[in-house]
């Protein structure tokens, strides 16, 4: 039963481990009809350890949503390092393989930990199918739904296949051309070429793309409730969209993390009713909240997160069939509850200690710094930090928050936090960076798992409730254009750097395949391709679907089946 690729021996047969260690307790799954179409639904805090839960369900002052369904804990420690970042770690819950740093969607490259056998060479950077490509495959709906940019690392590794997490120009692409259902978030600039004011460098409008392919194209929360059916693609902002707590401030047009998974829901079962839907939430800034040190965003993003779960699960009992996923990729900050300041009263912790200074909070560290804008004087700022943050912080504070925010160009907000929660608060943190300790795990429905989870067991438990055969996908979507067609041509024409093309002279044909996109040329007559194209620098190696193998091979050959 246990797949593993001609090629790939490295890959650790997940299958037989998920058997060894019971991490799919089909017991615990209530009956259910057989005929229904098997939905998952699989929502991630990106950033958010043990604690953070806890503080949320003080401040919500009662048990979260979250809390009903907590069923075992996650290991999230990637194939290069102890402590995980966003991109392999998604990367493994969307293939069920564990990868290197900052990789999207393909395996490992050398210098694993001495717990994973070395990949060889050949296989580096091999593209691995998504849950969401295996659902797709299979006729169900997909859906994303993220916070940040939708070509950001987390909904990325569901969608896309590229060496960096930084290439989001291919990953909107690649998710362009990919055919989801259903796309949220924000991240609307990779849509446009830079003439038309986007981000785009390859000169491509993947805007009217997605019109010509028929999908809505959503701006804000009213155009997308007012979506009845259909494919839509739902840019709320540019860039990320706001954090919760200061939505209404800066862009009351923008729709909830609630309201994107509702409606996300909605659609999707609506479409689906015969097949089933896979759908992706993402709390993608409770990750830069945690970052920043700051609890005001925390709190709010956090607490709307368990309203995206209270979502999902609303659906899930009414539906029967549905299997509900909540869990984080990884801890980030380090947040404790207690800090130096309650070395010698943590037990006499009451409280409104712990959370009136967190009540008090109306506006994100990022929203103070705004407010602040230009005049970054320690007056402003102490005027700032008193209106939206409630505390009457000293000179020097407000000079300590000015000073961290000029040497940190990158995330210039960090100064509240570090400077003013180990002071007003009884809140720690250990980092500005990720820690590396195992993430609470949620689940709700059939094939429900339990206990301690590795990483990549979470793509596997996804593939097997889709009823989908992930390296089947891979072996169908994923094949390595040279050793595919060994008496045929296969070049890489980069004549346009941005916009490369895989060509491929076989025989009498000419093929090109425009990398990031599931099209194929042959002698001039263009078709659709089941996946997309995947080109790799660091290894010099394409990737294409096997469809398109047999096209331009001539043959009939049967592609194998992705159901389990
Ligand atoms: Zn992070």
């Given at each position: 039963?246990?797949?593993?690729?001609?090629?790939?021996?490295?890959?650790?047969?997940i299958v037989a481990l998920?058997?060894?260690?019971?991490?799919?307790?089909?017991?615990?799954?209530?009956?259910?009809?057989?005929?229904?179409?098997?939905?998952?639904?699989?929502?991630?805090?990106?950033?958010?350890?043990?604690?953070?839960?806890?503080?949320?369900?003080?401040?919500?002052?009662?048990?979260?949503?979250?809390?009903?369904?907590?069923?075992?804990?996650?290991?999230?420690?990637?194939?290069?390092?102890?402590?995980?970042?966003?991109?392999?770690?998604?990367?493994?819950?969307?293939?069920?393989?564990?990868?290197?740093?900052?990789?999207?969607?393909?395996?490992?490259?050398?210098?694993?930990?001495?717990?994973?056998?070395?990949?060889?060479?050949?296989?580096?950077?091999?593209?691995?199918?998504?849950?969401?490509?295996?659902?797709?495959?299979?006729?169900?709906?997909?859906?994303?739904?993220?916070?940040?940019?939708?070509?950001?690392?987390?909904?990325?590794?569901?969608?896309?296949?590229?060496?960096?997490?930084?290439?989001?120009?291919?990953?909107?692409?690649?998710?362009?051309?990919?055919?989801?259902?259903?796309?949220?978030?924000?991240?609307?600039?990779?849509?446009?070429?830079?003439?038309?004011?986007?981000?785009?460098?390859?000169g491509e409008n993947l805007?009217?793309?997605?019109?010509?392919?028929?999908?809505?194209?959503?701006?804000?929360?009213?155009?997308?409730?007012?979506?009845?059916?259909?494919?839509?693609?739902?840019?709320?902002?540019?860039?990320?969209?706001?954090?919760?707590?200061?939505?209404?401030?800066?862009?009351?047009?923008?729709?909830?993390?609630?309201?994107?998974?509702?409606?996300?829901?909605?659609?999707?079962?609506?479409?689906?009713?015969?097949?089933?839907?896979?759908?992706?939430?993402?709390?993608?800034?409770?990750?830069?909240?945690?970052?920043?040190?700051?609890?005001?965003?925390?709190?709010?993003?956090?607490?709307?997160?368990?309203?995206?779960?209270?979502?999902?699960?609303?659906?899930?009992?009414?539906?029967?069939?549905?299997?509900?996923?909540?869990?984080?990729?990884?801890?980030?900050?380090?947040?404790?509850?207690?800090?130096?300041?309650?070395?010698?009263?943590?037990?006499?912790?009451?409280?409104?200690?712990?959370?009136?200074?967190?009540?008090?909070?109306?506006?994100?560290?990022?929203?103070?710094?705004?407010?602040?804008?230009?005049?970054?004087?320690?007056?402003?700022?102490?005027?700032?930090?008193?209106?939206?943050?409630?505390?009457?912080?000293?000179?020097?504070?407000?000079?300590?928050?000015?000073?961290?925010?000029?040497?940190?160009?990158?995330?210039?907000?960090?100064?509240?936090?570090?400077?003013?929660?180990?002071?007003?608060?009884?809140?720690?943190?250990?980092?500005?960076?990720?820690?590396?300790?195992?993430?609470?795990?949620?689940?709700?429905?059939?094939?429900?798992?339990?206990?301690?989870?590795?990483?990549?067991?979470?793509?596997?438990?996804?593939?097997?409730?889709?009823?989908?055969?992930?390296?089947?996908?891979?072996?169908?979507?994923?094949?390595?254009a040279q050793s595919a067609?060994?008496?045929?041509?296969?070049?890489?024409?980069?004549?346009?750097?941005?916009?490369?093309?895989?060509?491929?002279?076989?025989?009498?044909?000419?093929?090109?395949?425009?990398?990031?996109?599931?099209?194929?040329?042959?002698?001039?007559?263009?078709?659709?391709?089941?996946?997309?194209?995947?080109?790799?620098?660091?290894?010099?190696?394409?990737?294409?679907?096997?469809?398109?193998?047999?096209?331009?091979?001539?043959?009939?050959?049967?592609?194998?089946?992705?159901?389990?």
């Amino acid at each position: 039963m246990v797949q593993h690729f001609k090629t790939g021996k490295w890959l650790i047969p997940i299958v037989a481990l998920i058997a060894l260690a019971g991490g799919i307790d089909s017991a615990s799954a209530k009956p259910k009809e057989k005929s229904k179409p098997r939905n998952v639904i699989v929502l991630i805090a990106d950033g958010c350890g043990s604690e953070q839960y806890t503080l949320a369900r003080w401040f919500k002052g009662a048990p979260l949503t979250l809390d009903e369904i907590l069923v075992g804990a996650v290991k999230t420690h990637i194939a290069d390092s102890v402590v995980a970042d966003s991109a392999p770690t998604a990367t493994a819950y969307a293939t069920g393989y564990r990868s290197s740093d900052k990789l999207i969607g393909v395996g490992p490259k050398g210098g694993t930990l001495p717990t994973m056998p070395e990949p060889p060479a050949a296989e580096w950077y091999r593209p691995l199918a998504t849950v969401l490509e295996g659902a797709r495959l299979k006729g169900m709906a997909t859906g994303i739904v993220a916070t940040s940019r939708v070509s950001h690392a987390t909904p990325a590794a569901y969608m896309a296949h590229v060496p960096s997490r930084s290439q989001e120009e291919s990953i909107m692409e690649q998710a362009v051309y990919q055919g989801v259902d259903v796309v949220f978030g924000g991240g609307g600039r990779y849509l446009l070429p830079k003439n038309m004011g986007g981000k785009r460098a390859d000169g491509e409008n993947l805007k009217s793309v997605l019109r010509t392919k028929g999908y809505i194209v959503a701006e804000n929360g009213a155009e997308m409730n007012a979506f009845v059916t259909g494919r839509i693609f739902g840019m709320f902002s540019g860039d990320h969209m706001e954090p919760e707590i200061d939505r209404k401030e800066f862009a009351p047009k923008q729709p909830s993390l609630e309201e994107m998974t509702l409606k996300a829901i909605e659609i999707l079962s609506g479409q689906s009713k015969a097949r089933g839907f896979f759908l992706m939430v993402e709390g993608s800034e409770i990750d830069w909240a945690d970052h920043g040190n700051d609890p005001s965003q925390l709190m709010s993003d956090l607490m709307q997160f368990d309203r995206a779960v209270g979502a999902a699960l609303d659906f899930a009992r009414k539906n029967g069939n549905t299997l509900v996923l909540a869990l984080s990729d990884h801890n980030t900050g380090g947040m404790t509850i207690g800090n130096y300041g309650t070395s010698k009263t943590y037990s006499q912790l009451k409280l409104d200690q712990l959370l009136d200074p967190l009540r008090k909070m109306r506006l994100s560290a990022p929203g103070l710094l705004r407010k602040v804008g230009n005049e970054k004087t320690p007056e402003k700022v102490k005027g700032v930090v008193k209106a939206y943050w409630g505390l009457d912080i000293t000179d020097d504070e407000a000079a300590a928050i000015l000073s961290i925010a000029r040497k940190d160009k990158d995330d210039p907000h960090n100064g509240f936090g570090e400077v003013l929660t180990p002071r007003y608060t009884a809140i720690g943190w250990t980092t500005h960076g990720h820690t590396g300790g195992d993430v609470p795990l949620f689940a709700y429905g059939p094939k429900s798992p339990k206990g301690l989870l590795d990483g990549p067991e979470i793509g596997r438990v996804t593939a097997e409730a889709l009823g989908i055969d992930l390296d089947r996908t891979t072996q169908r979507l994923f094949v390595e254009a040279q050793s595919a067609f060994k008496d045929g041509m296969v070049t890489i024409d980069k004549t346009d750097a941005e916009n490369p093309v895989v060509r491929v002279e076989y025989q009498e044909k000419q093929a090109e395949m425009p990398v990031n996109k599931n099209l194929m040329r042959i002698d001039g007559v263009e078709s659709e391709l089941e996946g997309v194209v995947v080109y790799i620098p660091e290894t010099d190696k394409a990737y294409v679907p096997l469809q398109a193998v047999h096209a331009i091979l001539g043959k009939k050959g049967k592609r194998p089946s992705i159901s389990k």
